[in-house]
């Protein structure tokens, strides 16, 4: 494919820069000699010569698989230069950079046109945008620069989006480990929570007193002072994304309560800084903002949407599917086999119990899997681990809400709740052990389904 690019004067080049024209490595053709020498000085291929004569196009033997880019605001030389191409090859694309008026693509089919403005506004807005975000970065720099150690603290069972983010803080801070640590006052405990921190590497260590003790200053991210109901020292530096319910200080805080997730306020971050991302925190901060907004279908802003856009060339997707796909142990293969094969499906509920359950996050995954058998709207898998009956429960989706019915057929028993498709409940052995033979993993599905049916029944009142 060749290009071709007709030019009034060089404002076309001026503003979009010698790079995007190598790129398409096109033939200028200019209307003038000083035009020629000003294009050819920039280092083009050009050709000079009255552009609204046939004897222009001629030689270059123009086809369908060609494409002529035109900038001429003139209208009355617009409209002959096009009529001389349309005449010399009807079917070449012709890229008008101009609002044409009075040119109807009935004309001219393999004509279409965009105005400068419109192929330049999405760059002012995001370069206005850099700008607004690199004063917020200095000024963020110059708060914790003097620091021994700069504590980021997340929530108490950190998730992907705070994880993500305090990586990216301290990535934007030149600090590592040591001295930019990732603390919390409880652990990562979700599967895929722990899959990604050790997949990716990362150390998220006990918050301690002493952390705050000396030069060491406290940063937050996802997460604001009243969450903890407890006092800290002054906070330096605070990045969130949560609405503010109680009021507290921070020397500097960024809070955007319109976004979906904070590691989209970081990726902001790194662009306006022009940080190099490494796989390590692309992948980290695309599956933060995965995570946060349910694959940016809820609560996503436009901002969301564009940095999850901006990381994803650099993450590594083989790793986000491991993350969210957490691997499954070779030793938990046969009590799912005995599961798969003992498994009931009663009004279009699948229930699969596994009595000796290796891993807690086997439940969950387990199923998912199940989820997809044919005919089947619910899964609902249990299984014993230590002293508890731990039950994970699936639907596709639009019919009753999940947490509900478990909350109904469980809550007395432990503890039980969930969202609209995915729910769990955690009930103690001792809560049931006079009800049923818990060393029976026959009886205990029984008791299983009858307990969720019997709920499920209650809610069918759609
Ligand atoms: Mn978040």
Redesign the pocket.
């Known amino acids: 494919m060749r290009y071709f690019v007709i030019l009034k004067d060089d404002t076309l080049l001026q503003i979009l820069g010698d790079e995007s024209f190598h790129r398409l490595k096109p033939l200028f053709l200019a209307g003038s000699p000083g035009l020629k020498h000003s294009i050819s000085d920039r280092g083009h291929r050009v050709r000079y010569g009255d552009m609204t004569d046939p004897g222009m196009y001629q030689p270059l033997h123009l086809s369908a698989e060609d494409t002529v880019v035109v900038h001429i605001t003139e209208s009355t030389v617009l409209r002959k230069i096009l009529k001389v191409l349309h005449a010399v090859s009807p079917e070449t694309s012709v890229l008008v950079l101009a609002g044409p008026e009075g040119l109807s693509a009935d004309e001219y089919p393999s004509m279409r046109s965009v105005t400068l403005p419109s192929l330049c506004s999405e760059g002012l807005v995001i370069a206005v945008e850099d700008l607004h975000n690199q004063k917020k970065v200095n000024r963020i720099k110059n708060i914790l620069e003097d620091a021994d150690k700069v504590v980021i603290l997340m929530q108490n069972d950190p ?1 992907p ?2 994880i993500a ?1 305090g990586l990216a803080l301290r990535t934007l801070l030149g600090r590592n480990r040591v001295t930019a640590p990732l603390t919390s006052l409880g652990r990562v405990e979700r599967p895929e929570n722990l899959a990604m921190i050790k997949l990716l590497e990362i150390e998220v260590e006990p918050f301690r007193e002493e952390l705050l003790e000396g030069g060491n200053k406290l940063v937050m991210v ?1 997460v604001q002072p009243p969450y903890f109901q407890r006092e800290f020292p002054q906070v330096e530096v605070l990045i ?3 609405p503010q319910v109680e009021k507290y200080d921070a020397v500097f805080q960024d809070l955007r309560v319109h976004y ?4 989209t306020i970081m990726t902001e971050y790194l662009r306006a800084e022009n940080t190099k991302l490494t796989h390590k925190l692309a992948t980290a901060l695309l599956y ?1 903002i995965k995570s ?1 907004t349910l694959l940016l279908e809820r609560e996503t802003d436009r901002a969301d949407v564009a940095a999850y856009t901006y990381l994803y060339p650099h993450a590594n997707h083989n790793l986000v599917r491991r993350i969210e796909h957490p691997e499954l142990p070779q030793e938990g293969l046969d009590p799912l086999a005995e599961a798969l094969k003992n498994r009931i499906i009663r009004d279009r509920v699948l229930f699969s119990h596994i009595q000796r359950c290796a891993r807690e996050d086997l439940i969950p995954q387990f199923a998912d899997f199940c989820l997809q058998v044919e005919g089947v709207e619910w899964a609902v898998v249990s299984g014993l681990v230590d002293d508890e009956l731990v039950i994970s429960v699936r639907n596709v989706g639009y019919i009753r809400s999940a947490g509900e019915v478990v909350k109904e057929a469980f809550g007395k028993l432990g503890s039980a709740g969930g969202h609209r498709s995915m729910a769990k409940a955690v009930v103690p052995l001792k809560n049931i052990d006079k009800e049923v033979d818990t060393s029976n993993p026959i009886d205990l599905q029984e008791y299983i389904a009858r307990l969720f049916l019997d709920s499920l029944n209650k809610h069918h009142m759609r």
């Open positions: 998730d989006d705070s983010s996802d969130d994304h949560h979906g997730a904070t590691s933060g946060d």
